[in-house]
């Protein structure tokens, strides 16, 4: 069960602070054992006031001034409560500040704060003029927490140490030397950030902040690695409201980055195992629009980094979204850390290897029934299929894969499209195409070749990383097929053609390499015989394309 000294306790230990001093009085140790018992990562210095029944919080200040001298100091009473969002944005304030409201009503009996020319003035009861409603809740910095300390110390040392200035308020030693002192009122407007001084207080307080851990927050995710920045983004989220993280799913990843190293599944699962993450869910589009009318998040978290380039229209949808129901877009500076970007190169090196590699196109083709190949020929025209990407509308395009084209390995070396350069030379090309590159390939392996001589070119393509091998139907001196029946060309026997692609199925090491027929039937003018031609190529391991 959560306390107000629990969540005071906890937010301070999400701030980073180590060190807590707490100035106890009758029950000093009921409070040392509870606050022990929590379990947080914090050295308490417990001050205890033995005089509290006849002085006020400035003595037991006094008491602990041996462990609040010389540091920047977060300063807050014991009865507060504040939510997170309003906590950690304040201290997050360059300066000295003191939590407040400039719309909230002035409490009668409670601290207000004049304001002169920008800074707190005078902190009181019974301060009306130029104020605003106040909260015990100060970030000071070294300077000024020592002028302040040092009003303190000197109103408890008067009259030969009696007791009646150490009944006062610290706020009237702060009054003494507010000049002196930089001090701004942080503006929490209506959000909570309130004592507890009764019950009617602390119902108040326990429905607003019931409100408060209602709230939703939503971010969007597609990577497959953790790094700080991204823990930056939740721990933030979750200062906010309860996480719901939107995964996207790997069709959505691969459609304008590299393909993802983990799929789906386990990346969602990644997600699931984070501590305070509320819960995880699929988004299928980049644009967020689905999941924002289902769960209708009151904060949609995100770096700033789509504020321009491809990503704007998806932002400027969000907004359209979010201000349809008065939900609220948050967004925090973009972390360009050069360690994320070698994360990333390490991930596309992984990528590029060949047992990784290979596999990839069946899984595109699996997610998305198809896949947009563009022809390779060497490794410049390899980068150039990479790297090439539409943007339109909030949405990226590019390639899945790469066709490695016998007419153009064979133009390109100034040779016919005969089968005239040798399976040396073209592993060469596809070595050089792989080298630079990460997307999966699919080599034009021509015939094939005889049978004896495709079950080695399987084995070379596989340990080469090749996702795909796609032979014709032909036999003879092989003759390029956009010259159709204007030379003469053989087709093969389904018999015979079946038998090569059968041995070269028993030949590959792997499930993720692909044999693929392409059958030439209606170019060459020979008739429809594609059901079965395919169903016997099927029935030996292979698949079936008709080249119309």
Known sequence: METILSRQLRQIQELGIQEVVITTGPFEEKLMHYVESLGLDLNYHFVRNPLYEETNYI?????????????DLLLLHGDLVVEDEVFFDFCEQEGSFM?????????????????????????????FDHAYSAEPLYKLTKEDWKIWLSAIIDFCEREGGGTPWKKQYAEEAFNTVSERMELQLYDAGEKLCQEVDNPE?????????????????????????????????????????????????????????????????????MFENISGVYRVVEQDTLSYRKNLERFKPDFVVHGDDWQSGFQRPIRDEVC????????????????????????DKRSRADLAMPDFRRGR???????????????????????????????????????????????????????????????????????????????????????????????????????????????EDKTGLKKNSLFGTEVEQTQDSIAHFSEKIRAGKNAQRT???????????????????????????CESGGGCHHDP
């Open 59 to 71: 003595y037991s200040i006094y008491l602990a001034k041996e462990f609040l001298e010389d540091t």
């Open 99 to 127: 939590a407040g409201s400039t719309t909230k009503e002035l409490p009668e009996k409670d601290f207000k704060a004049e304001i002169t020319d920008g800074k707190i003035s005078k902190i009181g009861i019974y301060c």
């Open 201 to 269: 207080d602390l119902a108040v307080v326990m429905h607003l902040l019931s409100a408060v851990k209602k709230r939703t927050v939503y971010l969007s995710f597609s990577t497959d690695i953790l790094h700080d920045g991204h823990f930056f983004l939740i721990r933030r989220a979750k200062r906010l409201g309860r996480v719901i993280i939107g995964v996207l799913t790997d069709e959505v990843v691969s459609s304008y980055k590299r393909y993802p190293l983990l799929p789906f599944s386990e990346r969602k699962a």
């Open 320 to 343: 359209s979204i979010l201000a349809e129901y008065g939900g609220k877009l948050v967004e925090f500076p973009y972390n360009r850390n050069e360690r994320y970007q070698d994360l």
């Open 361 to 471: 196109l069946r899984r595109e083709l699996k997610l998305k029934g198809f896949v947009n190949a563009m022809e390779a020929h060497d490794g410049l025209t390899g980068l150039i299929v990479e790297n090439t990407k539409v943007y339109k509308e909030g949405a990226a395009h590019q390639f899945d894969a790469m066709w490695v084209s016998s007419l153009c390995d064979s133009t390109a070396k100034g040779k016919p499209d005969i089968e005239l350069v040798d399976m040396s030379s073209r592993f060469r090309t596809i070595e050089d195409i792989t080298e630079v590159t990460t997307k999966p390939s699919i080599f034009d392996g021509d015939t094939g070749g005889i049978k004896e001589h495709f079950v080695y070119t399987v084995r070379s393509l596989e340990r080469l990383g090749v996702s795909m091998v796609i032979i």
């Open 511 to 537: 499930k993720e390499f692909m044999i693929c027929a392409r059958i030439e039937s209606l170019i060459l003018e020979k008739g429809w015989r594609m059901p079965g031609t395919c169903l016997c190529l």
